[in-house]
């Protein structure tokens, strides 16, 4: 009885081990892919700032920008930009870019 009795300590001791073991496993997992998440929208948001402020710069030095060059520059790039919060230089190019004359190529 008593051998029953310490097998089964044993047994409930290994599997609170074991579920701890993996609680931490799985915490531990979601804490990485959140670190991963917050790289790529970093990144993603210093791509964007660039490629804005370059490609705004140069339609400003320009002194006009087709309807294509703003679409691509203000649809696909500077809205999604502003959505994962950028904001600062690129939003300053952007309200610049906005005032140009757009003109057919």
Same mark, same amino acid.
């Given at each position: 009885? @008593?051998? /029953? $009795?310490?097998?089964?300590? +044993?047994? $409930?001791? +290994?599997?609170?081990?074991? %579920? &701890?073991?993996?609680?931490?496993?799985?915490?531990?997992?979601?804490?990485? #892919?959140?670190?991963?998440?917050?790289?790529?929208?970093?990144?993603?948001?210093?791509?964007?700032?660039? #490629?804005? %402020? &370059?490609?705004?710069?140069? !339609?400003?030095?320009? =002194?006009? /920008?087709?309807?294509? @060059? !703003? @679409?691509?520059?203000?649809? !696909?790039? &500077?809205?999604? !930009?502003? @959505?994962? +919060?950028?904001? =600062?230089?690129?939003?300053? $190019?952007? *309200?610049? %870019?906005? *005032?140009?004359?757009?003109?057919?190529?």
């Amino acid at each position: 009885m @008593e051998a /029953i $009795v310490i097998a089964c300590i +044993g047994a $409930v001791t +290994g599997l609170a081990a074991t %579920v &701890f073991s993996f609680v931490t496993f799985m915490v531990q997992r979601k804490d990485n #892919r959140e670190k991963k998440r917050t790289a790529e929208s970093d990144m993603l948001m210093g791509l964007g700032h660039d #490629r804005i %402020v &370059f490609l705004g710069g140069q !339609y400003l030095k320009r =002194g006009w /920008i087709t309807k294509d @060059e !703003y @679409e691509n520059l203000h649809d !696909y790039l &500077f809205k999604p !930009y502003a @959505e994962l +919060g950028g904001n =600062g230089t690129a939003q300053k $190019v952007m *309200k610049e %870019v906005d *005032k140009l004359p757009l003109k057919e190529q």
